[in-house]
């Protein structure tokens, strides 16, 4: 799986992404590259961006530029047909299903923005010619896209056979089943004068699967009642 990053800010990369087991991984089960936007800048003092055509604060990355960026990026994968993602606050809200859709294609290149955003007609060029996405990581809104991709890097790769230890612990986790996560407890039995729930030391699996699924439950219910109408209608209830 190669990921591409078309960013200005390719120092920003891997970061965090070599910690633990996707550091781990990185160079077997994963490749990341970048590209810099600003090596295909078009003018001598490598400036990549210019002021907004109707007026207005900020400034907007050229669309001849970062076209020359994507291409390059394009070319690094011989022919074969990579998911191409723009980050940006104005795209589709991304989720679990999102990424494991992402994942089922040879790569990704993520395009960040930055500034004020991209020339419209390059993004509308790549939807149109290479079903380009555009997504969004929440409704809240970064200074680039850069940060947003790690996030979406960290997601998709968690569903790739042989990245987690135990595939169980992504099947079982919050959102698989449209349920948030159970809590969980580890030793001591007693700390601080409370003890684990008393069923988790019983040893009956039946029962701590029932408990664990009503603690599920209940956390839903209370902290995301979206989806736990999401999570009754899909289980006609
Ligand atoms: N760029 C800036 N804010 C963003 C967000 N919320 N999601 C994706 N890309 C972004």
């Not at 390059?72 to 990424?99: D, E």
């Not at 986790?173 to 700390?191: C, G, M, R």
Request: charged fraction near 20%; hydrophobic fraction near 40%.
């Amino acid at each position: 799986m190669l990921i591409t990053i078309v960013t200005l800010f390719p120092e920003m990369f891997p970061g965090p992404l070599t910690c633990s087991l996707l550091g781990k991984t990185l160079g077997t089960l994963w490749e990341l590259k970048t590209v810099n936007i600003r090596d295909f800048s078009d003018n001598i003092w490598k400036k990549v961006d210019d002021t907004t055509y109707g007026g207005g604060a900020g400034m907007v990355l050229k669309p001849n530029i970062v076209h020359e960026a994507l291409n390059y990026a394009l070319s690094l994968y011989k022919g074969l047909k990579p998911a191409i993602v723009y980050m940006t606050p104005r795209g589709k809200v991304f989720n679990n299903n999102i990424a494991k859709t992402l994942i089922n294609n040879n790569g990704i290149i993520i395009l960040c923005g930055r500034y004020e955003g991209i020339d419209q007609r390059v993004i509308d060029y790549w939807k149109t010619n290479n079903n380009l996405m555009e997504i969004s990581i929440g409704d809240y809104v970064l200074f680039g896209g850069e940060i947003p991709a790690m996030v979406l890097i960290e997601t998709c790769l968690r569903f790739i056979p042989g990245i987690m230890h135990n595939s169980e612990s992504v099947i079982d986790e919050s959102f698989s089943v449209d349920l948030l996560e159970y809590p969980q407890y580890t030793k001591p039995a007693i700390w601080n004068g409370n003890s684990v729930p008393s069923v988790l030391l019983s040893g009956n699996h039946l029962e701590i699967a029932k408990w664990r699924t009503e603690q599920s439950k209940q956390i839903t219910k209370e902290v995301r009642p979206d989806l736990w109408e999401k999570y009754l209608v899909s289980h006609n209830k």
